[in-house]
């Protein structure tokens, strides 16, 4: 089994920063992807950013330039650095980890963001 436990939600003005953190635990494959959803209130659960265990990233094109994902393989920790916030992106944002053809998820944790 995967554990997923996130850090760093919370509230933020418009053009504010904030930093997620995402540790994951348990059994993991070294060769995986981790990453971020997000779902605001009445909307799908979207992919925000993604990034593999060999460093290949992926964006959705609202957050280009603006969020930046990294992750430290050791300790199996993934990172979700928001620049420039809108109230838009207010929403719970989901970690993910996948691998093997499995999808592990994190409990979510709030984002807003106030105009």
């Known amino acids: 089994q995967v554990q997923l436990v996130e850090s760093g939600g919370g509230l933020v003005q418009a053009g504010g920063s904030l930093r997620l953190s995402c540790a994951a635990s348990g059994s993991i494959f070294s060769i995986n992807t981790m990453g971020w959803y997000r779902q605001a209130p009445g909307k799908q659960r979207e992919l925000v950013a993604a990034i593999t265990s060999g460093g290949s990233t992926n964006y959705a094109d609202s957050v280009k330039g603006r969020f930046t994902i990294s992750r430290d393989n050791a300790k199996n920790t993934v990172y979700l650095q928001m620049n420039s916030l809108k109230p838009e992106d207010t929403a719970v944002y989901y970690c993910?980890?996948?691998?093997?053809?499995?999808?592990?998820w994190g409990q979510g944790t709030q984002v807003t963001v106030s105009s």
């Open positions: 993910y980890l996948a691998s093997l053809g499995y999808d592990y």
